[in-house]
């Protein structure tokens, strides 16, 4: 009887010990949002000092459709493989709770045109930050996307593959045009199209030092519309078209278009 009072008596203290050890989980939502003002500045300004601050030397990436990323200089070389300007990354912070020097926050993003006009991607993610003196550093980061899946061609399907030229000299002015301009209204008014569409930019330049922008629309139907005036005269009127097309038409002399047939995915 005695034996089993003590051991009895062991359980019940280990119970109370182990009970006293256990933290309650600390709102600290705000001071992962205050992070994220630091984090979004430095992704689109591509800031590459500020993101090497913010992770940990070990910190690993998990982005969708990809290999894990490990390491603070292949994730600051991740995030900021798209030129500053291009696009706005935008955070927002769900929930955070933290346990001693560990937060794990739920999140959502967005990747918008600079002029938040158009939205690129949406999403979800989540963080795990550990706080190191008396700033929080992301060790782990792993999100993906909200939208619909792109549809895809089949065997027999028709696709569309668009190809035009664009010299060394005017990259900086046809990527003005595309993001700033024609996307944002391809988007707007066609989202069926723009969402079976990808766009491709060859890695290097040809002989001539030209670049090649191809387009492809998987699957392509009659009822899309590609044809960039269209598209143009729709958001913006027969007027601004038409000076758009004075400001950008060496972009757009030299374009062509095919319709090919799946064969093989």
């Known amino acids: 009887m005695k034996k089993t009072f003590l051991f009895f008596s062991t359980i019940v203290l280990a119970f109370i010990v182990l009970s006293g050890c256990t933290q309650e989980a600390v709102d600290v939502k705000t001071e992962i949002e205050a992070a994220n003002v630091t984090f979004m500045e430095a992704v689109n300004t591509g800031d590459i000092e500020a993101l090497t601050n913010i992770y940990l030397p070990d910190a690993i990436l998990c982005p969708p ?8 200089e292949n ?5 900021t493989a798209t030129p500053p300007g291009m696009v706005k990354m935008v955070f927002e912070t769900v929930s955070a709770e933290a346990n001693g020097d560990t937060a794990i926050e739920l999140g959502k ?3 918008l045109s600079p002029d938040e006009a158009t939205v690129f991607d949406y999403g979800k993610y989540i963080v795990i930050w550990k706080k190191k003196g008396d700033e929080w550093k992301v060790s782990k980061d792993i999100w ?3 939208m619909p899946a792109a549809p895809k061609a089949a065997p027999g399907d028709n696709v569309l593959v668009g190809v035009t030229t664009a010299k060394p000299e005017l990259l900086e002015k046809f990527d003005e045009f595309q993001n700033e301009i024609f996307l944002p209204a391809f988007k707007e008014l066609y989202p069926d199209t723009y969402s079976a569409t990808r766009i491709l930019k060859t890695a290097e330049a040809d002989k001539n030092g030209n670049y090649y922008f191809i387009y492809i629309s998987d699957p392509f139907t009659d009822t ?3 044809n960039v005036w269209t598209v143009l005269n729709e958001k913006y009127g027969k007027d ?3 000076k758009i097309w004075e400001k950008y038409k060496d972009l757009l002399s030299d374009q062509k278009a095919y319709v ?3 064969q093989v995915w």
Do not use: R
């Open 65 to 72: 459709n990809s290999e894990m990323i490990s390491g603070v």
């Open 75 to 79: 994730a600051v070389a991740a995030m």
């Open 109 to 111: 993003y967005k990747v």
């Open 144 to 146: 993906n996307t909200s």
């Open 224 to 226: 899309q519309v590609h």
């Open 240 to 242: 601004e078209t038409q």
């Open 260 to 262: 090919a047939v799946e």
